[in-house]
């Protein structure tokens, strides 16, 4: 099976521009994550999908971030407009259907974010 | 919030060697699970131990939990150059699948 993809691995923008990452997650996982990852330091979470609802978005930073995921099937991630702490990688993971629990994650390769 | 936190953040061995790694977390979970990271790339999953069982093994991995201490470890034995990567512990709390991560230990193993 296809994995988690991911799009773009890198960009580049400046300070109060906008971004959208996008995230396709393997065929049939109706759980898909967003998570962070700044300068080494913890893998953050971000906010969880299960198919098109937000199970929860407890760890989206502030309104500048706004995820969709519109038909259950890819994600968008957009920071609008970006900050220079916004940079960082952004991993994106799906596991099975929802409320299946113990079901590992596999992620995609992650997208590098830098704000300049 | 940080869930699982990995200990030590860096460790480098011979090749040969055995690799002790360690992970405390703050809340009850439901189950437990190692990733692994090879640099530029995504995580992915090496072991998943239940909150009822208290030693997992799989290949040249084995996973312990104390769900009393709130801890975990993962010991790789037999270390090769290929197991250079970064591991990471996270932790699902409420049976719901969201899984936390820490800050990971960065494992070198020279050849």
């Known amino acids: 099976e296809a994995g988690v993809t991911q799009f773009p691995s890198h960009s580049v923008i400046e300070k109060g521009q906008t971004v959208t990452l996008r995230c396709d997650p393997i065929s049939g996982h109706d759980n898909l994550y967003w998570y962070r990852r700044v300068m080494g330091k913890e893998i953050k979470f971000l906010l969880h999908f299960v198919k098109e609802s937000k199970q929860d978005e407890s760890g989206m930073p502030n309104n500048r971030f706004l995820a969709e995921r519109t038909g259950g099937t890819y994600s968008t991630l957009k920071v609008q407009p970006a900050e220079l702490e916004d940079s960082g990688v952004y991993f994106c993971?799906?596991?099975?259907?929802?409320?299946?629990?113990?079901?590992?994650?596999?992620f995609g390769n992650g997208t590098r974010l830098t704000v300049t | 919030s940080q869930q699982g936190e990995e200990d030590p953040q860096a460790l480098s061995i011979q090749e040969g060697e055995n690799a002790t790694m360690n992970c405390s977390y703050k809340?009850?979970?439901?189950?437990l699970q190692w990733y692994r990271q090879n640099s530029g790339r995504g995580l992915v999953h090496l072991i998943l131990i239940r909150s009822n069982e208290r030693e997992k093994h799989s290949g040249r991995l084995r996973v312990t939990l104390d769900t009393s201490k709130k801890s975990s470890s993962l010991l790789i034995t037999a270390s090769r150059a290929a197991d250079t990567a970064s591991y990471f512990c996270?932790?699902?709390?409420?049976?719901?699948?969201?899984?936390?991560f820490g800050a990971g230990t960065r494992l070198t193993v020279k050849p």
């Open positions: 993971a799906s596991s099975r259907r929802g409320g299946y629990t113990n079901s590992p994650l596999h």
């Open positions: 996270a932790t699902d709390r409420g049976g719901n699948n969201d899984m936390r």
């Open positions: 809340t009850s979970i439901n189950n």
